[in-house]
């Protein structure tokens, strides 16, 4: 009764972080699609090649509320793919007030989130540059229309009936966008957690610690597990020294929070969402084991 007690508290708390950063999301975009949607394709078209800077900055702040915010604007088509990439890779989650409590020295913290961001930026750049490239190379537009309103039909908030128009239909739909998404996340989260019971945290952290490449693997599919309990383990796992800056970096920069989650939610190209995943895993991965390879430590 005691683990079940916990697996909820931890699921309902982890699920409540995400409210006031899905609720001013939504806020924004269907602001967006209410009013100024010609105006904010114009400021997206200007902006997004700065995209992904502005990503791994934002990324780095210690708040899986983030990458959600994130998702919604990919699915919506609002960021490009690089932007969204950027900030999945640096995006903190728990790793930063892990490394406070246990009192790790501020510079290492700092070079580690900025090292962070910088492959975020890099990597989405390079993403974005790719896409343009394909896009160019088939004679046709890499700018996605900003779709807004498909999450409204998706979510059937009706924020495009006339009655809901102005301030009160904005904060309506945003409303029910927000509850519906968080129901969602505590559902999985829920689900999640039971399962990481069930096979313990300790079995993980025994098969992080296999052989170097397996383990960098290893990391990065824990660090898919949408639940804050992967960048618990692993940053746990270097704190111990029992797993390399690599292997840490292999699955905190694939960890997003739950912003796959909420991906795979909100926008309806499941191929897409699954090659996205795949991409996150292949970039973090790689990195960790170029890190190691080059012995780099901090």
């Not at 990439?85 to 640096?90: K, Q, R, V």
């Not at 509850?179 to 039971?194: A, D, E, N, P, Y």
Request: hydrophobic share 55%; net charge negative; glycine share 8%.
């Amino acid at each position: 009764m005691e683990m079940i007690i916990d697996v909820v508290l931890d699921a309902v708390i982890d699920s409540l972080k995400i409210l006031p950063f899905l609720f001013v999301t939504y806020l924004i975009m269907e602001y967006l699609e209410h009013k100024t949607s010609e105006f904010t394709s114009s400021i997206v078209e200007k902006t997004e090649y700065l995209g992904p800077l502005w990503g791994g900055l934002i990324g780095i702040f210690p708040q899986c509320g983030f990458s959600a915010a994130a998702s919604n604007f990919y699915a919506g088509r609002v960021i490009t793919l690089g932007t969204l990439i950027a900030i999945y890779l640096s995006t903190s989650d728990e790793m930063v007030p892990l490394f406070i409590s246990e009192h790790v020295p501020l510079p290492v913290l700092i070079k580690i989130l900025a090292l962070k961001a910088l492959i975020g930026i890099i990597a989405g750049f390079i993403i974005d540059f790719v896409v343009h490239a394909y896009h160019k190379a088939k004679n046709r537009s890499a700018n996605d229309p900003i779709r807004i309103e498909a999450l409204c039909e998706k979510e059937h908030c009706h924020c495009e009936d006339e009655e809901h128009e102005g301030l009160i239909g904005i904060v309506r739909s945003a409303f029910v966008h927000t509850i519906h998404i968080f129901l969602f996340v505590l559902i999985f989260t829920l689900i999640l957690g039971f399962v990481i019971e069930l096979i313990g945290e300790e079995n993980l952290a025994v098969l992080l610690k296999t052989s170097p490449v397996i383990s960098h693997i290893l990391a990065g599919l824990v660090g898919l597990i949408p639940n804050c309990a992967a960048s618990v383990i692993i940053t746990e796992l270097y704190l111990d020294e029992m797993i390399t800056l690599g292997t840490m970096m292999s699955g905190l920069l694939v960890s997003a929070g739950i912003g796959l989650l909420v991906l795979f939610r909100v926008n309806d190209d499941k191929r897409e969402n699954f090659n996205i995943a795949v991409l996150l895993f292949f970039v973090g991965t790689i990195v960790g084991l170029l890190l190691d390879g080059f012995k780099i430590v901090l």
